[in-house]
């Protein structure tokens, strides 16, 4: 690990100075993910800034400009997150996808923040010893004709094939979420769609903020009392692995008929993929498995597969009904 | 980088001086000589290096002990309570995982012995898991539920059906 210096603000303001005078300094909060990368050499900053002790950990339920939300801040550690009373009756995808990703252990060290900005866990953008466009921009893809199975079907571009990791980021992606951001210029809103990108010719950027940028809360807006959501991961083991593929959904009914729905996918891109062109499929109709799976189809006209990735088609396909029928079944009680 | 900070393990407090990438586990073992957490993958996945941070299990592997400063830290020799003649009287916990045999090698002990003395107490607090279905319901720590929040602890031996039979008796199960 590199020689490296390391600062506390005590205010987000600093933290961002900190950043804009200090060229390939890090933001760190709980460090998890950061500490990693700094032991396995694939990140090798100057500077860690460490935000961690800033006041940015309450979650509270306040007015914005569209109405209701829930604000929550961006120190907020993963477990506490999910144990929140109004998350767990009225976001359960959100407080779903926290607890199917990672460790208790690290759902304790963990923040919310720091879970949108966590890195791909590619096995070649961790192994230093072979190209990857994301770590080394110019020097290749390994994962094109690698091991693949963890790779995108939909959004990626030959300079890379990689998924965002995180659950919270697919949860957050179907509940409309807003990232508060505090940047050189000052405050201002990102919705969460438009945090991550994909890949493109700069794979080594994932998200759309500067490297100054502190995301300092992220605003949900208070779901409908008869909206049902939840997520499905799949996964090689039961727990404390990643997805394969994860589905992220909110439900409501009138009568039998679609009101509203919502879906994003985790493990098929480089950032959440919020499935529109199905959802639009199913809006006003019966929610049964044909519509489902039709709808799905739709959305996955744009895929492209390998022979590693092959099976992920129908298994979107399968995750997205099962979650879906299981809420409508939630939602018609 | 050198800084200055203070740890307080097992209740004993100790100033140290330590290079910014210096982590939690290696200035405990290697500095202060406190060897109950255990290096595993050193790489988070195991979780043989759990202790109670501030009252909650953490990893120490991928904390940065310079990001700490000031912390109070339980390990699973810490545990073991009383004074004087009791001095060195097991936790339950630790009595619970003796009298299922809920180890064989014992590395990962320190760490699955920690973790689940952290789990028991999220349970207490009503903390919700991956497997629990009704996420507003009181939690009942059956053994899904049990095996789901021990995930992060590792055991290449296999002891898991000790371990979980040990963490069920000392739920009070």
Request: net charge negative.
């Amino acid at each position: 690990m590199r020689t490296l210096a390391y600062r506390r603000p005590t205010s987000a303001e600093e933290a961002v100075e900190l950043m804009a005078s200090n060229p390939g300094a890090k933001f760190m909060a709980g460090g998890s993910n950061l500490v990693d990368h700094l032991k396995l050499g694939v990140a090798s900053p100057e500077l860690v800034v460490d935000v961690s002790a800033l006041p940015l950990d309450v979650v509270e339920e306040c007015e914005g400009e569209d109405g209701h939300l829930l604000r929550i801040g961006a120190n907020v550690r993963n477990s506490d997150l999910a144990a929140h009373p109004v998350v767990r009756s009225r976001f359960a995808v959100v407080a779903r996808a926290l607890l199917a990703g990672a460790s208790g252990q690290i759902r304790n060290q963990a923040t919310t923040a720091g879970n949108l900005l966590q890195r791909t866990r590619c096995v070649y953008f961790q192994d230093v010893t072979t190209p990857c466009n994301k770590r080394e921009p110019g020097s290749g893809c390994s994962a094109l004709d690698g091991y693949g199975r963890y790779n995108a079907i939909l959004g990626a571009s030959p300079e890379c094939v990689t998924t965002h990791p995180s659950d919270l980021a697919v949860g957050l992606a179907a509940v409309d979420a807003t990232v508060v951001v505090l940047g050189v210029d000052g405050e201002r809103r990102v919705p969460l769609e438009d945090l991550h990108r994909l890949p493109g010719e700069h794979p080594e950027a994932d998200t759309t903020l500067a490297p100054t940028d502190l995301i300092t809360a992220v605003e949900l807006p208070m779901s409908h009392p008869d909206t049902v959501s939840t997520y499905s991961k799949v996964r090689d083991r039961a727990s404390f692995a990643f997805a394969l593929v994860s589905v992220a959904a909110t439900l409501r009914l009138d009568g039998g008929t679609v009101d509203e729905v919502r879906i994003a996918w985790g493990g098929v891109a480089h950032k959440p993929w919020r499935a529109h062109v199905a959802e639009t499929a199913l809006v006003g109709g019966r929610l049964d498995e044909d519509a489902v799976r039709a709808a799905v189809d739709d959305e996955l006209d744009v895929a492209t597969t390998s022979a590693e990735t092959a099976f992920k088609v129908a298994m979107v396909r399968n995750a997205t009904t099962m979650t879906l029928l299981r809420l409508a079944e939630e939602a018609a009680r | 980088m050198d800084s200055e900070i203070r740890l307080v393990v097992d209740g004993t407090p100790h100033s140290l001086s330590v290079d910014t990438r210096t982590t939690l586990l290696d200035a405990l073992r290697e500095r202060l000589q406190v060897t109950s957490p255990k290096k595993g993958c050193d790489h988070g996945q195991c979780g043989t290096c759990t202790v109670l941070l501030e009252g909650r299990r953490h990893l120490t592997c991928l904390a940065l002990a310079v990001a700490h400063d000031g912390a109070e830290i339980v390990t699973a020799a810490g545990l073991c309570h009383g004074e004087g003649e009791e001095q060195g009287d097991l936790h339950p916990m630790q009595e619970s995982f003796l009298e299922h045999d809920g180890y064989q090698c014992g590395y990962c002990t320190p760490g699955q012995v920690c973790s689940a003395v952290g789990m028991l107490e999220e349970a207490r607090q009503g903390h919700p898991s991956y497997v629990t279905g009704d996420l507003t319901a009181d939690v009942d720590l059956d053994d899904a539920e049990i095996r789901e929040r021990m995930s992060g602890n590792l055991c290449r031996c296999g002891a898991y059906p000790g371990i979980l039979a040990a963490v069920r008796q000392a739920a009070g199960r």
